[in-house]
């Protein structure tokens, strides 16, 4: 039986969502061991003189549970 454990991740990029996405997910690897997948629970973003300025996602990311 495999065992996996799900914690919360906020990123934050002043590219895109998808940068945001993508930084979360190398730095969870940094530490993490087996990472299986990422949903993304909410997408944000700051807004200056109208425009987009930072871009924040959360996201639960799953890794595996060593026995």
């Not at 919360?8 to 993490?32: C, I, M, P, W, Y």
């Not at 629970?41 to 639960?60: E, F, G, Q, R």
């Amino acid at each position: 039986m495999e065992l996996a454990k799900i914690i919360r991740v906020v990123s934050t990029s002043h590219e895109s969502f998808d940068d945001a996405v993508q930084q979360g997910v190398a730095n969870a690897t940094k530490s993490l061991k087996g990472v299986s997948g990422i949903k993304v629970t909410d997408w944000t973003a700051d807004v200056k003189d109208d425009k987009l300025t930072s871009y924040k996602v959360t996201m639960d990311v799953a890794f595996a549970v060593e026995k």
